[in-house]
């Protein structure tokens, strides 16, 4: 089972319907609605995103000569099925995995089709192997440098495709994978980050290693702060720390092969 977020969005040439009050060849939103359903239903019983928006879209160009270009956004929910004593469960579902999937397809009536996918919410922490040092440190400057430290975030991701993809859900995955191998390391010991910078870029280059097919990775990471708490009636040993929505960093950047033009982050 899966569960899609589907937004359309049409260029046409529409100006007499600003202009004139004329609605002659608009595309309503009932029809695009129900072409969302229609075209889901036409496609294999397994489907990735990419294959739906893909498919989507073509479907606007095809079916409507007015529309110049069709954009087609898709969210996937992360729901898993359920295993009760060890055995997968014939029809109950949760939704426990920690990222959720996207892509953007924008198929335009020359055929040219751009796709650009990616994750959201996904949340990763490490209790250890971070810390933050030889920052600039003046007058307004409170933050003391640190070698050990809680390093999380809320990962955003998306990444162009520019090659032919022969497996959308296994690049997605190999993806996925490269960014958890980078950000964890080896789990016996990890890998130190100095910073998020320095991890993220790190990140981008594993999954570009890792799949061939894709030219331009975008990535922000704002740091989810974990501060040391000091109990009232005892000292902190490095065992209760708060959750904060102070103000924090947030960092971004795009990574590109040689060549490539960075994509839009979305």
């Known amino acids: 089972m899966v569960e899609w977020t589907v937004s359309t969005m049409l260029e046409s040439d529409m100006a007499h319907a600003f202009i004139s009050g004329s609605n002659k060849d608009m595309t309503a939103t009932d029809t695009q609605k129900n072409l969302v359903y229609f075209v889901g239903k036409q496609c294999p019983r397994r489907c990735s995103v990419e294959q739906y928006a893909i498919a989507l879209a073509k479907k606007f160009v095809e079916e409507y ?13 992360p729901w898993e099925r359920v295993f009760v004593n060890g055995k997968p469960h014939n029809h109950g579902f949760m939704q426990s995995a920690p990222a959720t999937r996207t892509t953007y397809v924008e198929v335009d009536d020359k055929g040219n089709v751009n796709i650009t996918s990616g994750l959201k ?9 971070s810390g933050y040092e030889g920052f600039l440190h003046d007058q307004y400057t409170l933050l003391p440098d640190v070698r050990d430290r809680i390093m999380a975030t809320s990962v955003t991701s998306t990444w162009k495709y520019t090659g032919v993809v022969p497996d959308y859900d296994a690049a997605y995955n190999a993806a996925k994978a490269a960014i958890v191998d980078a950000f964890y390391g080896p ?27 894709i030219g331009s990775i975008f990535f922000n990471m704002p740091n989810l702060h974990f501060l040391p708490c000091n109990p009232v009636t ?9 959750a904060t929505s102070e103000p924090h960093g947030n960092i971004e950047a795009t990574v590109t092969r040689q060549s490539v033009q960075p994509h839009c982050k979305l």
């Open 65 to 77: 000569p007015k529309v110049s270009k069709a954009k087609v956004w898709v969210e996937q929910a």
């Open 121 to 129: 919410d996904f949340k990763v922490l490490k209790t250890t192997q």
């Open 187 to 213: 789990p016996d010991k990890g890998v130190y980050s100095p910073a998020v910078q320095t991890t993220l870029y790190q990140m981008a280059n594993a999954v570009l290693d890792r799949v061939p097919q």
């Open 234 to 242: 005892s000292k902190f040993d490095n065992d209760i720390y708060v």
